[in-house]
């Protein structure tokens, strides 16, 4: 059965659906493209009403689903960053105003901040901070990338009033080096994290936090593989943990995530 047919016949079924995961249509209102990734504005068929760092299954008719982090943007609203590595993320980067696709979410769980935590985010996962901008929290956030051009792109989409540092691999940004050493040299200095980014960032990001003193105040947006969204399948367990990560994450406290990270 394809992965369409798996999802559709997944949210036709009221006890195996998340209480609060929605399957709907949108239309692309608007595509900007940020220093190489796509900002896509959707009016969607219903309010998906998304609290960061929940995401949806998004994809164009045809195309396989892939997991999206859902940024607010006002009612029946939301939108998404795309960055095209593959078949379903290409074709979204290609569309225009007017266009159709399909989201399922938001799935999993908000994750309220409390006033002062830093917010860093790496790779792909960069629109996790693009979530909460959106959706009025003010930082601080470290926006980490490879290229300078990116990062400096990103931060134009934030609002002004946000404390936004950026952190690159070549020169151009407010820090020279990764986010996992921008966290080290205190870059961002809070008494608590939102580490969002690949395995290897996150595991660097564990080992400092916990030489700080902070673990127990962080947490972590984890990436694993997800097929329904919905709690249904059961694909998306985070492995040494009890977590489902489209039920309980894709934040998840850093202190539950040694295992899994493979940190002692
Ligand atoms: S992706 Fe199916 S349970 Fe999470």
Same mark, same amino acid.
């Given at each position: 059965?394809?992965?369409?047919?798996?999802?559709?016949?997944?949210?036709?079924?009221?006890?195996?659906?998340?209480?609060?995961?929605?399957?709907?249509?949108?239309?692309? $209102?608007?595509?900007?493209?940020?220093?190489?990734?796509?900002?896509?504005?959707?009016?969607?068929?219903?309010?998906?009403?998304?609290?960061?760092?929940?995401?949806?299954?998004?994809?164009?008719?045809?195309?396989?689903?892939?997991?999206?982090?859902?940024?607010?943007?006002? $009612?029946?609203?939301?939108?998404?960053?795309?960055?095209?590595?593959?078949?379903?993320?290409?074709?979204?980067?290609?569309?225009?105003?007017?266009?159709?696709?399909?989201?399922?979410?938001?799935?999993?769980?908000?994750?309220?901040?409390?006033?002062?935590?830093?917010?860093?985010?790496?790779?792909?996962?960069?629109?996790?901070?693009?979530?909460?901008?959106?959706?009025?929290?003010?930082?601080?956030?470290?926006?980490?990338?490879?290229?300078?051009?990116?990062?400096?792109?990103?931060?134009?989409?934030?609002?002004?009033?946000?404390?936004?540092?950026?952190?690159?691999?070549?020169?151009?940004?407010?820090?020279?080096?990764?986010?996992?050493?921008?966290?080290?040299?205190?870059?961002?200095?809070?008494?608590?994290?939102?580490?969002?980014?690949?395995?290897?960032?996150?595991?660097?990001?564990?080992?400092?936090?916990?030489?700080?003193?902070?673990?127990?105040?962080?947490?972590?947006?984890? $990436?694993?593989?997800?097929?329904?969204?919905?709690?249904?399948?059961?694909?998306?367990?985070?492995?040494?943990?009890?977590?489902?990560?489209?039920?309980?994450?894709?934040?998840?406290?850093?202190?539950?995530?040694?295992?899994?990270?493979?940190?002692?």
């Amino acid at each position: 059965m394809s992965v369409l047919l798996e999802l559709k016949r997944l949210v036709e079924r009221p006890y195996h659906r998340h209480s609060r995961v929605l399957s709907v249509g949108g239309w692309v $209102e608007r595509v900007d493209n940020v220093g190489g990734l796509y900002l896509l504005q959707i009016l969607t068929d219903s309010p998906l009403s998304p609290e960061p760092p929940q995401f949806g299954m998004v994809w164009v008719p045809g195309m396989e689903a892939v997991p999206m982090t859902l940024i607010p943007a006002g $009612e029946d609203r939301v939108a998404i960053l795309v960055r095209p590595v593959g078949s379903t993320t290409n074709a979204l980067a290609a569309m225009r105003p007017g266009k159709r696709l399909m989201l399922i979410g938001p799935s999993g769980k908000g994750l309220r901040l409390r006033p002062g935590t830093a917010v860093v985010a790496g790779g792909s996962a960069t629109t996790v901070a693009l979530a909460y901008a959106a959706s009025g929290y003010r930082g601080p956030y470290l926006v980490a990338t490879r290229r300078a051009s990116e990062a400096l792109a990103l931060r134009r989409l934030f609002p002004s009033s946000n404390e936004v540092v950026t952190a690159c691999e070549d020169s151009g940004c407010d820090f020279l080096g990764t986010a996992v050493d921008a966290i080290r040299e205190g870059a961002v200095d809070a008494g608590a994290y939102l580490i969002a980014g690949p395995k290897p960032m996150l595991r660097g990001a564990y080992t400092v936090l916990r030489e700080r003193g902070v673990l127990e105040t962080s947490y972590a947006v984890v $990436e694993v593989e997800v097929r329904c969204g919905t709690g249904a399948c059961g694909l998306c367990r985070v492995p040494g943990t009890p977590y489902l990560l489209c039920v309980d994450g894709p934040a998840l406290p850093l202190t539950d995530l040694a295992a899994y990270l493979g940190v002692s």
